[in-house]
């Protein structure tokens, strides 16, 4: 089976299993929730670059 029929087969599953109201809103749940990982995962990469290259002018913090 290639990508396409896969993805065609799992979405007629989707509508015979779930409906094709609630299978729309499990892909809008999905989407989403992608949406919303993809912001963190930026959001921790730039943290990370910011923190890698020394932007902080406070330096290194020691604990005793």
Not at 2 to 27: C, D, H, N, W, Y
């Amino acid at each position: 089976m290639s990508f396409g029929t896969e993805i065609f087969f799992f979405m007629a599953l989707g509508v015979l299993v779930l409906g094709p109201k609630r299978l729309q809103a499990l892909i809008g749940h999905v989407i989403r929730a992608k949406h919303r990982f993809e912001e963190a995962t930026q959001a921790f990469k730039s943290q990370l670059a910011e923190e890698v290259d020394g932007e902080h002018p406070e330096g290194p913090k020691r604990s005793l």
